[in-house]
């Protein structure tokens, strides 16, 4: 939740507040922070925090961030030098060295002064995040896997870390994690064949989806690796984005069902309908859908594309969707009617 928009109540475009999914769903959805001063400053009852340590942040995380930190096509090969000698405490390292120790290491290495000292004095920005850490409290990330394991919803608010290089780098690290989990939980199944071990479907819902799925980086990326597979592990994407020509072809190709509200670039239209037969007849319709209040489905979805109007999200929207109130004795009457003996 990059803009902190979802967990807790936000202001809407008519004025005044709406509600967020923990106030509609209670205690299925938990709200995590990477910045709980501002987060409590809100009034949002978060469940924890989140701290990213220096040994969490692999080499992928930083081929992410190339051009957030303006990294050379040597940062790559630099960085792996670094894991070879140090393992996951690379970053720690490298950070900690001085010129001296710098040199030292190229030498020994086979690395380049001059590579490795910008890539220290740019990974400097990723160090000087709030959140990150020397090193995460143990098992922190664990137990916010443990809860989507276990069927509930997880916001993570950004705070006042809303900028890109905050949002993409605990994005994949976090993206990366999960997916380890779902793939060790999915080859457990198909060896025990126990209904138990099957996990369970997840969706991990990404705004600004170019910037992890942009044809550079989606070969690269945990993002462009999901995608790819099918929700082979159980685990899927819901990308966000408002400017799809900029996803890479493939991945657009392996989206199985499009929600699309009013576009007008070309490009972008002609991006929506990636992979799809027969869209010529389709695209017209989408320069022509009421702003904010029509939206094109298609895809696995629905039998045919079809236009949807949107609902208002207010109290009737509320009412609808949201966790009822009921006492025991409510539940088990509307049991009994259900499930007559």
């Given at each position: 939740?990059?803009?902190?928009?979802?967990?807790?109540?936000?202001?809407?475009?008519?004025?005044?507040?709406?509600?967020?999914?923990r106030q509609l769903f209670g205690g299925e959805v938990l709200v995590y922070s990477l910045d709980p001063a501002t987060s409590r400053n809100r009034n949002v009852p978060i469940d924890a925090e989140v701290v990213i340590g220096l040994d969490q942040i692999e080499v992928e995380?930083?081929?992410?961030?190339?051009?957030?930190?303006?990294?050379?096509?040597?940062a790559a090969e630099s960085a792996y030098l670094l894991v070879d000698r140090f393992k996951e405490g690379w970053l720690r390292s490298l950070l900690a060295?001085?010129?001296?120790?710098?040199?030292?290491?190229?030498?020994?290495?086979?690395g380049h002064a001059g590579a490795l000292s910008a890539l220290k004095r740019k990974l400097e920005q990723v160090a000087r995040k709030g959140f990150v850490k020397e090193t995460a409290p143990a098992g922190m990330l664990d137990k916010m896997i443990d809860y989507l394991a276990?069927?509930?919803?997880?916001?993570?608010?950004?705070?006042?870390?809303?900028?890109?290089l905050s949002y993409m780098l605990t994005a994949n690290i976090l993206t990366r994690r999960i997916r380890r989990r779902w793939v060790e939980k999915t080859e457990q199944y198909i060896r025990t064949k126990d209904p138990a071990d099957k996990p369970r479907q997840l969706m991990i819902t990404i705004e600004e989806a170019h910037k992890f799925?942009?044809?550079?980086?989606?070969?690269?990326?945990?993002?462009?690796?999901?995608?790819?597979?099918?929700?082979?592990?159980?685990?899927?994407?819901?990308?966000?984005?408002?400017?799809?020509?900029?996803?890479?072809?493939?991945?657009?190709?392996?989206?199985g069902s499009r929600v699309t509200a009013l576009l007008n670039d070309e490009k972008d239209i002609d991006a929506v309908f990636t992979g799809v037969?027969?869209?010529?007849?389709?695209?017209?319709?989408l320069a022509s859908l009421?702003?904010?209040?029509?939206?094109?489905?298609?895809?696995?979805?629905?039998?045919?594309?079809?236009v949807i109007r949107t609902r208002a999200y207010d109290a009737a929207f509320y009412q609808a969707v949201g966790r009822r109130e009921v006492s025991a004795a409510?539940?088990?009457?509307?049991?009994?009617?259900?499930?007559?003996?």
């Open positions: 939740d990059m803009h902190s928009e979802y967990g807790w109540e936000s202001t809407s475009e008519q004025g005044g507040f709406v509600k967020g999914l995380d930083v081929i992410l961030l190339q051009d957030e930190l303006n990294l050379t096509s040597t060295m001085d010129a001296e120790t710098l040199n030292e290491f190229a030498e020994t290495s086979g276990n069927g509930r919803h997880v916001v993570l608010e950004f705070g006042r870390y809303s900028d890109t799925l942009n044809p550079a980086a989606a070969k690269q990326t945990i993002f462009g690796t999901i995608a790819r597979e099918l929700r082979k592990y159980s685990v899927t994407l819901l990308v966000v984005d408002q400017r799809p020509s900029s996803i890479d072809a493939d991945v657009m190709s392996q989206i037969s027969g869209s010529s007849s389709l695209k017209s319709v009421d702003t904010r209040q029509q939206a094109r489905v298609l895809g696995h979805a629905v039998p045919m594309p079809v409510k539940a088990q009457e509307e049991i009994d009617e259900l499930f007559p003996d």
